[in-house]
Structure formats: structure tokens, C-alpha cells
């Protein structure tokens, strides 16, 4: 099988990218110890728009690397997300779903790409309380009810979600050591 890790870490202000380039190679490494053929793009690098077409159109599973700026994905992410999954649209998606006999329901059904799985990965300040606890910032609705958007652009394609992955406290209290470690456990048991 074939993985594409796409590395959305950002180089800007007081940002490297640097953790999520690290979640990249662990990711990397372990799906290759597993057997996995793996494709890799670091979108601050730059991309050519066909040859990323390409990957993905190739891939079994997508895995999105980024931090969590301004409660969503770096403007390259999403920058990536529209130029690349347009240009791969004809392949990924039939129609949006609905029919003219009931054009009301039915939207977000029409992807092609019931094969492909995808997972989010994600890196932000916040503690995990200000996901979880229902009186904290992001009201309970947990890493997925906060990347939602994501995952619903995904699922527009037919793609299933595989679980998600989360560091928290990245800036105020970081613990790398913790992070590769569950990073690599996340791999083991989801791939």
C-alpha cells in the first residue's frame, strides 16, 4: 500500500515547522518498517500541481501533518488542499451528491475515492483540556469537532478517517520525547 504524508508545517514567525517535519519522518519511518511504500511532500517547500495530483490519485492513505493556526490548518494547507485536490477533482468526485429528484439531500455522497483513507495529525499550544472539556475554549468538541472542515472535505471525496493524532502544549510546555512516542504507538496501531 501507499502512503502520502504531506508535511504542512509552516516556516513563519516564531515557527519553524520543525515538530511537524519530525512527525513526518516518524511517520515515515515506521509505515516503511511495515512494508509501506511512502510518498512525502513538504508543502512550504513548493510543489509542482499535476505531480501532486498524481500522489494523491495514487495513494491508499493521505496523512495531513499541520499545526493548528488560528484554530485550522496553515493558508499553504489549505492553499495545497484546493489547487491539488481541483486538479484531481475528475477522479476523486462524481458529482456533489445530490439528485434532481430530491435535489435538497443527499450532498457530500458523490465521491469516487471509497478506497482511500486519510488521517489527521495535528500540533497545536493548546492543552488537551481546551479540546475536551466541554467548559474550555473549543467547548468539548475534541481534535476532530475542531478540524471538521478537514474531515468533511475528505469524506466529500468518499474517503474514510482513520483515528486522528494530537500533540498538545507544543509552545508553553512542549514534551517531544512524549510526542514521538505516541506518534510511533498511533502508527503501530492504526496502519
Not at 486538479?87 to 445530490?98: E, F, M, T
Not at 492543552?127 to 467547548?139: H, R, V
Request: with cysteine.
Amino acid at each position: 500500500m501507499k502512503v502520502l504524508i504531506l508535511d504542512g508545517g509552516k516556516n513563519f514567525g516564531n515557527s519553524g515547522g520543525k515538530l511537524n517535519t519530525l512527525l513526518c519522518e516518524i511517520a515515515s519511518s515506521e509505515l516503511k518498517a511495515k512494508g509501506y511504500e511512502v510518498l512525502q511532500t513538504k508543502i512550504d517547500d513548493g510543489y509542482n500541481i499535476d505531480e501532486e495530483a498524481k500522489k494523491v490519485l495514487e495513494s491508499d492513505i493521505i496523512i495531513w501533518q499541520y499545526p493548528g493556526w488560528w484554530m485550522g490548518e496553515p493558508w499553504i494547507v489549505k492553499k495545497y488542499l484546493d489547487e491539488v485536490f481541483m486538479a484531481a477533482a475528475s477522479n476523486l468526485i462524481k458529482s456533489d451528491g445530490r439528485h434532481a429528484s430530491n435535489p435538497e439531500y443527499g450532498y457530500g455522497t458523490g465521491g469516487l475515492a471509497t478506497n482511500k483513507k486519510y488521517m489527521i495529525s495535528t500540533t497545536w499550544n493548546a492543552p488537551i483540556t481546551a479540546f475536551n472539556d466541554k467548559n474550555e475554549f473549543f467547548e468539548g468538541r475534541g481534535c476532530d469537532g475542531v478540524t471538521f472542515a478537514m474531515h468533511k472535505a475528505m469524506e466529500f471525496c468518499g474517503m474514510k478517517a482513520l483515528p486522528s493524532f494530537i500533540c498538545n502544549d507544543v509552545v508553553k510546555n512542549p514534551k517531544v520525547d512524549e510526542y514521538i512516542n505516541s506518534y510511533k504507538e498511533h502508527i503501530r496501531a492504526n496502519f
